[in-house]
């Protein structure tokens, strides 16, 4: 099975203000064929520090995520929880997710079927593109 590179965000909620809000856009990724959520988790993390992790199945208010039609449940483990519950501030919730970048799939069979090889590779976060930009003189949000 051909698969395109694989990624992951943990995105945080502070003061546990976790909505669905977001199911619509990665919805609408799924849907394009952009991306294929792999695997996702959510994480919680109270004042006192605790945490707390669950699928979307186990909380009401989460069911929307039901349609984002997971590929592979399970893939996260519990050193990947450990992982995001060091980033995670206390009162926080977190939606830990992974998905498949099927647009770059092609690209990367390409790059195999070369014999290359990623050596590096890393997101650059958004307000530092868009602060360059700016500096620059070009739009961008």
Not at 29 to 37: E, F, H, N
Request: proline share 4%.
């Amino acid at each position: 099975m051909s698969i395109g590179p694989v990624e992951y965000a943990i995105i945080g909620f502070p003061g546990n203000q976790f909505n669905g809000e977001i199911v619509p856009a990665l919805e609408a990724l799924v849907d394009s064929g952009t991306v294929r959520i792999v695997d996702l988790l959510f994480i919680t993390k109270d004042a006192d520090g605790n945490i707390a992790d669950f699928e979307y199945e186990d909380h009401p208010d989460l069911a929307a995520f039901g349609s984002l039609g997971q590929a592979v449940d399970g893939l996260l483990n519990d050193e990947d929880i450990d992982m995001a519950a060091e980033v995670l501030e206390p009162n926080s919730s977190a939606v830990f997710i992974v998905w498949e970048n099927c647009w770059a799939r092609e690209f990367s069979e390409a790059v195999l079927g070369s014999g290359g090889v990623v050596i590096a590779g890393e997101r650059i976060p958004h307000q530092i593109v868009v602060d360059a930009m700016a500096q620059m003189g070009l739009g961008g949000d």
